[in-house]
């Protein structure tokens, strides 16, 4: 059973530029957060969703972020006009429907704007 | 809000010391706690839990144990090894639905031989 996966693994983007994120959760599993690390520091929630959904988007900034999580297909993540403050790893984790609360990390994208 | 302080690192040992990172939190309710480890460039990777109070949660020699007293969810190690340099993050899940995870802010570990 393969785990989350995520690519890019590695993404450069020049200020103003989009950055798309993607996640595929594990087989079976029907949940996806995002999360996010700065530099030196721990890991913040962004937004959580179930196909189709989005559950909760509290710890997601207002403006140029966005996610989704299609019918098919992996989880996006999408920046729009990225700011060297967006460079970071972006984590996704996935859990399964109605499963224990125990969350599965993938190995993060890590962004860098110039 | 909810909210996990971790004690503050870096954190150098020789191997085979004793080891304790210290974690305590903030909580309505009852959360699940977790430790995570991340070795260098890597993501996160579950080390242990505990869903309720006087649990331990225990894995490859660490142990932690749900203090509901104290607040309290300490990592601890008898001795560790130079594989177990890494960062550490204790986090405890939200239980308003959502189950997102709330870290601290991440103990860099180091172990000298």
């Known amino acids: 059973n393969a785990g989350v996966m995520q690519n890019p693994r590695h993404l450069v983007r020049r200020r103003g530029q989009e950055a798309r994120l993607r996640c595929s959760p594990m087989k079976g599993h029907s949940h996806v957060y995002w999360y996010r690390q700065l530099p030196e520091e721990g890991l913040k929630f962004m937004v959580y969703?179930?196909?189709?959904?989005?559950?909760?988007e509290s710890g997601m900034p207002k403006e140029r972020f966005s996610a989704e999580f299609p019918k098919e297909g992996p989880s996006i993540l999408r920046i729009q006009q990225v700011v060297r403050g967006d460079s970071a790893a972006y984590f996704c984790?996935?859990?399964?429907?109605?499963?224990?609360?125990?969350?599965?990390f993938g190995p993060g994208t890590r962004l860098t704007v110039l | 809000g909810d909210s996990v302080t971790q004690m503050e690192g870096p954190v150098t040992l020789s191997e085979e010391a004793f080891l304790t990172i210290n974690c305590t939190y903030t909580?309505?309710?009852?959360?699940?706690l977790f430790w995570y480890v991340q070795y260098p460039g890597e993501g996160l990777q579950l080390l242990l839990k505990?869903?309720?109070?006087?649990d331990k949660g225990s894995n490859k020699g660490f142990e932690a144990t749900y203090r509901k007293e104290t607040t309290s969810f300490h990592l601890e190690k008898g001795s560790v090894q130079v594989s177990d340099s890494a960062v550490y993050f204790c986090a405890l899940s939200d239980q308003g639905g959502a189950q997102k995870l709330v870290f601290g802010q991440g103990t860099r570990l180091t172990i000298n031989p």
């Open positions: 969703l179930q196909k189709e959904n989005i559950i909760d």
């Open positions: 505990a869903t309720k109070a006087d």
């Open positions: 909580a309505t309710g009852y959360p699940s």
């Open positions: 984790a996935s859990l399964p429907s109605g499963g224990p609360d125990t969350q599965y």
